[in-house]
């Protein structure tokens, strides 16, 4: 990660949380103290090289999120683009089936 914050061009280093652990052999353990270790690391690298930390994967996990935050990351991924475009065409959905679903005005 030193390497990566020492290129000129890149302004921050994102975590996906999820791949961290899969790469860390922890798989799903978001707050294994490993995980809190590559964080503090990262943020480290980060000063050093004047570049933001960005985290992802924590959308279920706010209060892990928040801690990550307290260290110094400054971009916070809660979700993709897919997620967002989903969650939004289930609640145009549910309005409409609430809205042809009642009875008819007199």
Known sequence: MD???AVDGV????IGTND??????????LDHPLIRQAYAACMRACEVNGKHLGIGGLNAHPALAAEF???GARYVSTG???SFLATGAAS???QMRE????????
Request: a negative charge; glycine letters at 6%; one cysteine or more.
């Open 3 to 5: 390497a990566i914050a």
């Open 80 to 82: 993709t683009d897919l």
């Open 11 to 14: 302004d921050m280093l994102f």
């Open 69 to 71: 935050v307290e260290l």
């Open 92 to 94: 145009r959905a549910r």
């Open 20 to 29: 961290l652990c899969a790469e860390l052999g922890i798989p799903g353990q």
């Open 99 to 106: 809205r042809f679903s009642a009875p008819p005005h007199t």
